[in-house]
């Protein structure tokens, strides 16, 4: 069988940034107004108090330091507090699938590629913006290729998960290329009345080439060595948002109907979770941690991936080993492992051996072993 490679990456970031700073003065102005107009509720244990925030707060728990949001206007609004978006005609291309369509072009630029060259698009995040028609249909109807194409939802490791399908469809020789795009449009699942949550997450859209070795004609590509899936069920991380809220009478906008979760119980079980999946894998693969000079891991929270780093080297990662990018970009769902592998993979020579690695909700996590060619 012909090595599966990766032969190109694109990265779409959407032209507005909200500031750590920007963030807590809109936050903070809401709390004290619903502080305020509830005092008597708080004052007799009816309704719980709104905490304030800080920027230091943000930093510390998150290593965040601002994000990219796909529509700016409506989330700094105290009397809002969620992004303005225009309702589109089913004749105009969606929002998401416009992201998508930006980050598609960007790696078939990179890949050499054209859309003759394309017979498989997965759209894989954590949100789709509508159940059907299938954005990745829709995109790949936008970008002229023939062939299928449709959407997976693995929350935080749609990504991964997306490439572990699209090696096995080039391995079983069902696909000849495979365009895996990643449009998180994040935004308008966020809560941003919640202080533990609302800095966590921000938009953004990758996509990823992959293919067998002997069309690949990219200057830099991976073969890819290794795939690995697993999920244990966990209601930690969550959203509850979805059509049954029109027949069960419930508030389909209410806080659990939006992204939350126990970022305590996340963190002490998903770490040593995805140490050992990747510590397994490496083996698996005929590697040893040693042999891995580049980690793109999950961009969900600093700490997690220095903990994990730790756990996996035994002391803190070089500069560049594990490359983070969340302080630019926050949390991006799916897409932060694919940011990191963009950014921070043309300086590898070759020979040299890197894991793209994500996790998150379900719990979830999934990871891709390369080597450089």
Known sequence: MQPVVISGTGLWKPDHIITNEELVNSYNAYATAFNEANAAAISDGEVAEKPLSSVAFIEKASGIKQRYVYAKEGILDIDRMRPVLSQRSDDELSHQAEMAV???????????????????????????????????????????????????????????????????????????????????????????????????????????????????????????????????????????????????????????????????????????????????????????????????????????????????????????????VLDEFANTASAGSIIAFNLHQEDLASGDCGVICSFGAGYSIGSVVVRKR
């Open 102 to 324: 930006h980050a598609a072009e960007a790696a078939m630029a990179q890949a050499n590629k054209t859309s003759a060259d394309i017979d498989m698009v997965i759209v894989s995040c954590a949100y789709t913006q509508r159940s059907y028609p299938a954005i990745a249909i829709e995109v790949q109807e936008a970008l002229g290729i023939e062939g299928f194409g449709f959407d997976m939802l693995v929350a935080c490791s749609a990504a991964t998960f997306a490439l572990h399908r699209a090696y096995d469809a080039l391995a079983a020789g069902s696909a000849k290329g495979v365009l895996v795009i990643n449009p998180e449009l994040v935004s308008p699942q966020m809560n941003y009345t919640d202080r533990d949550g609302h800095f966590i997450f921000g938009d953004v859209s990758t996509a990823v080439i992959m293919e067998r070795a002997d069309t690949c004609t990219a200057p830099h590509s991976y073969d890819v060595l290794s795939t690995q899936a697993v999920t244990s069920y966990s209601s930690n991380i969550r959203s509850n948002f979805g059509y049954l809220s029109f027949a069960d009478d419930s508030n389909p906008f209410a806080d659990d109907k939006l992204f939350h979760q126990n970022g305590r119980k996340v963190f002490k079980e998903v770490c040593p979770m995805a140490a050992e999946h990747l510590h397994s894998q490496v083996e698996k693969a005929g590697l040893q941690l040693a042999d891995i000079k580049r980690w793109w891991l999950h961009q969900a929270n600093i700490n997690m991936n220095d903990l994990i780093a730790r756990r996996l080297l035994g002391r803190d990662p070089h500069p560049g080993e594990a490359p983070i």
